[in-house]
C-alpha cells in the first residue's frame, strides 16, 4: 500500500482568542472522520490577548513567536517546520474562523492526486459563502488582471490564504515567502518558478472574531504597495531566471 502523506496544517494566530479553539476542534474532527495522516501547527504571532494560553491548552503543536512577524513571517516560520519535518504537504488556514475544515479534503484533493503543486481555495468559482467586502473583491479582480500580465495566470482568488502545497512548494517557501501582503505576492513567485496553480471552489465564513486589517479607507493603499511587492518580485525573480 502507499503510505498516507503525511500532512501539516499551520494556523497563523494573531489575538484570535475568540476563534482559535473552534479553529483547531473542528481540524482534528475532519482529521479523525477522513483518516488524515495530519498535524496541526499554531503559530502564536505575539498576540497580546489570551490566544497563548488557549492554544497551549489545545491538543496541537505550536510555535510562539517572540515578536510580530505578521502573517507572512508567521507562515514562512511554519513553512520551514514543515521542511524541517519532513512533511508532504503543508497546508494554511486563517486562525479566524473564516476557513471551514470541512472543506479541507476540497483543497487537498488536487495535491493527493498530483493536478497541482499549489492549491487554492476560492471564493469566486461557485460564488457561495461569504464574498467579502466590495472594496476587497475590487482588489481582488484587479490582482486577476495583474497576475495574467505577469505570468499569464487566471487566479480568480488570489488573496485567499486556504492553501495546500506538496512538497516541491514546501521546499521553495522553505527558502523564501514574501513577508507582508504573502497571497497575492506569492501568486507571481509560484508562476515563475513553473509551478502548477489549481483553485478549486470553497464556501468561507465571515471571520468569527476581531477585524480585518484591509478596509475601505485602506483599499487604495493596499492595492499601490501590494502592486510594488508584486512587481518587484517579478523583476527580481525574472532576472534570476536569465542569469
Known amino acids: 500500500m502507499t503510505p498516507q502523506p503525511h500532512i501539516l496544517v499551520i494556523v497563523p494566530c494573531y489575538n484570535e482568542q ?12 475532519v482529521r479523525d472522520r477522513e483518516r488524515y495522516a495530519l498535524d496541526i501547527l499554531v503559530v502564536n504571532d505575539c498576540s497580546t490577548d489570551n ?22 513571517g508567521a507562515m514562512h516560520s511554519g513553512y520551514r517546520y514543515a521542511y524541517q519535518n519532513g512533511y508532504d504537504i503543508a497546508v494554511q488556514m486563517d ?10 479534503p476540497a483543497v487537498l484533493r488536487p495535491i493527493f492526486q498530483q493536478e497541482a503543486d499549489v ?6 468559482i461557485s460564488h457561495e459563502g461569504f464574498q467579502s467586502s466590495f472594496s476587497r ?8 488582471w495583474l497576475n495574467q500580465l505577469l505570468i499569464g495566470e487566471t487566479v480568480h482568488d488570489s488573496t485567499s490564504g486556504f492553501r495546500a502545497f506538496n512538497r516541491r512548494t514546501i521546499d521553495i517557501v522553505n527558502r523564501y515567502y514574501p513577508d507582508e501582503y504573502p497571497e497575492p505576492e506569492s501568486i507571481v ?3 515563475l518558478q513553473g509551478l502548477r496553480i489549481k483553485e478549486v471552489p470553497v464556501r468561507m465564513r465571515n471571520r468569527e472574531e476581531g477585524v480585518s486589517s484591509i478596509n ?9 504597495k501590494v502592486s510594488l511587492g508584486i512587481i518587484f518580485m517579478y523583476f527580481r525573480l525574472n532576472n534570476k531566471r536569465h542569469r
Request: with cysteine; net charge positive; proline share 4%.
Open 18 to 29: 475568540g476563534a482559535i479553539a473552534s479553529v483547531v476542534n473542528e481540524l482534528i474532527a
Open 51 to 72: 490566544s497563548l494560553s488557549i492554544i497551549r491548552s489545545l491538543p496541537c503543536s505550536y510555535l510562539n513567536l517572540p515578536v510580530n512577524l505578521g502573517i507572512g
Open 95 to 104: 486562525g479566524d474562523g473564516q476557513h471551514p475544515a470541512n472543506e479541507l
Open 119 to 124: 492549491a487554492i481555495g476560492s471564493r469566486f
Open 137 to 144: 473583491r475590487l482588489g481582488i479582480q484587479y490582482f486577476r
Open 189 to 191: 513567485q509560484f508562476g
Open 216 to 224: 475601505t479607507s485602506r483599499a487604495l493603499y493596499y492595492m499601490l
